[in-house]
């Protein structure tokens, strides 16, 4: 007997998973998942790289089914996809799971399948779910490596574009396995001078769910993709990733894992490590609302080391406000810059896509403030970190490579916490001296709380010009989606 191959495995996992398999829990997350990336679309669509990319292609050919949010114009599939997905992504704004972000993919192609094929609310939670569970998985055999976190994701997201799409569609298991092998045949991988500055970042998953797009409609005229794209020696996770574990693909395909459950949701714009020293920065700001940022001499900000190696890639001169006036950088190099978001939160009191407006990035106020601004590595936050992703009673010692894959999914199986924290201490020219801390950000995994994605989408809604009326309606179908047989309701709000 033929022993099936991971892609097979995935494909079966694919054509058989029902709404009714997923637990009440992960379709929760989900829901919150689904909200919290309207309001990201929402903010991205005001964005510059957002208006572009509207401009560029609201009038393209193709049959007009599929709706580019917040705009009411309708254009084919695979344009509404590249322009919601630029959206979800134009401000760093989505969400985050282990290992990778998942909703600013998962969420505009299952939006536009359901639509166009005139799907249920269940369908769409499915698509959603099923795309997360799909990248988590192939992001897992990539991990640890150089491709982590969004430099990982142009790799994987075609191939969950094209397992929703295949799911939705109801493909035999034949077109599945197909689909996914041509998504993974030509991966993406972002060059680091592009991701860091420019408007070309915004594109790093919605060009590449383009790919898996492509791949569904090939497949679905039988056009085949190798069967044994993953595992084999010159396949994907051997030519992908520094530690190639692809046996980590068919991890919990048998329904018992839900890495749906390990997402976090980001309530300010910017990347995850942004979010507890924020978190400290709103904890003084609420206990000391008169705050003068005119008399702060220092801001002493403390991280994990997974967040300082990344903001060091950030801390470049395009950050300045001399670098921010070259033609080829923008707001995008902030959403990465810790001083910056430190800085405009205090003299503005609040982190919102309003900061990232040309007028305030260029505000000399905040860039001179940004300058006393100091992030340096917290030993024992970093080792927490990594802790976190551990099972109750391992330590970091009890790891080798032999056994890194069961204790990873016995870590996933449970109550699974982003413990990504944060210290920040303000020092003001008197002396006086502000302190807060936290162990996890709000609205990450460990620290759900539907009100936080509430809250946010309340007021992207309103600055995308919803009355509370409206603002109200659509909570209301977000919070029933499940209960709904078509999108129509919903989609005649945020389109």
Not at 111 to 136: A, F, P, Q, R, T
Request: with cysteine.
């Amino acid at each position: 007997m033929i022993m099936a191959t991971a892609t097979e495995k995935l494909a079966k996992y694919a054509r058989e998973m029902t709404f009714d398999k997923i637990p009440a829990k992960t379709v929760k997350i989900a829901k919150m998942q689904l909200m919290n990336m309207i309001a990201t679309i929402f903010a991205g669509a005001k964005t510059k790289p957002g208006k572009i990319i509207f401009d560029a292609f609201k009038d393209a050919g193709g049959h007009p089914s599929a709706t580019i949010i917040g705009s009411g114009v309708k254009v084919a599939l695979d344009k509404a996809v590249l322009i919601n997905g630029t959206y979800a992504q134009a401000l760093d704004y989505e969400d985050y799971g282990m290992p990778m972000h998942n909703g600013c993919t998962v969420v505009p192609v299952s939006l536009g399948y359901c639509e166009v094929l005139k799907l249920s609310g269940k369908d769409l939670l499915l698509g959603m779910i099923l795309g997360n569970e799909i990248n988590s998985r192939i992001g897992m055999s990539l991990f640890p490596s150089v491709t982590t976190g969004q430099t990982m994701d142009p790799l994987v997201h075609p191939i969950s574009t094209a397992v929703i799409g295949a799911r939705l569609q109801g493909f035999e298991m034949e077109q599945i396995v197909n689909a996914i092998g041509i998504a993974a045949y030509l991966p993406q991988y972002p060059i680091l001078k592009g991701f860091f500055g420019p408007h070309s970042k915004v594109l790093t998953s919605s060009l590449p769910a383009l790919n898996g797009i492509i791949a569904c409609q090939l497949a679905a005229k039988g056009f085949t993709g190798s069967h044994q794209i993953f595992t084999a020696p010159d396949g994907f996770c051997n030519l992908m990733a520094d530690l190639p574990s692809p046996d980590r693909i068919t991890i919990g395909l048998d329904h018992d894992l839900w890495m749906t459950d390990t997402l976090s949701f980001k309530l300010y714009p910017g990347c995850a490590y942004l979010d507890a020293p924020l978190d400290c920065v709103f904890q003084i700001l609420e206990k000391n609302p008169t705050l003068d940022p005119d008399k702060i001499e220092k801001v002493s900000v403390k991280l994990p080391g997974l967040g300082t190696i990344s903001m060091n890639l950030s801390d470049r001169p395009e950050s300045t406000i001399e670098g921010l006036q070259k033609p080829d950088s923008s707001y995008v190099i902030l959403n990465f810059n810790v001083p910056y978001n430190i800085a405009a939160a205090l003299i503005d009191k609040e982190l919102t896509p309003r900061q990232f407006t040309d007028d305030r990035i260029l505000d000399p106020k905040i860039h001179e403030l940004a300058k006393k601004v100091h992030v340096e590595t917290d030993i024992a936050m970093t080792v927490q970190i990594f802790q976190s992703f551990l099972p109750e009673g391992k330590t970091l010692t009890s790891i080798d490579p032999k056994n890194l894959t069961s204790i990873l999914v016995e870590a996933l199986k449970g109550d699974f916490k982003w413990e990504f924290g944060s210290k920040v201490i303000i020092k003001t020219t008197d002396g006086t001296k502000f302190r807060a801390s936290t162990k996890i950000a709000r609205a990450s995994a460990g620290n759900h709380d539907i009100k936080f994605i509430e809250d946010k989408f309340k007021r992207e809604a309103a600055d995308f010009g919803f009355d509370e009326q409206k603002i109200s309606e659509c909570l209301k179908i977000l919070n029933e989606i499940e209960a709904h047989d078509s999108l129509d309701p919903l989609i005649s709000i945020i389109g």
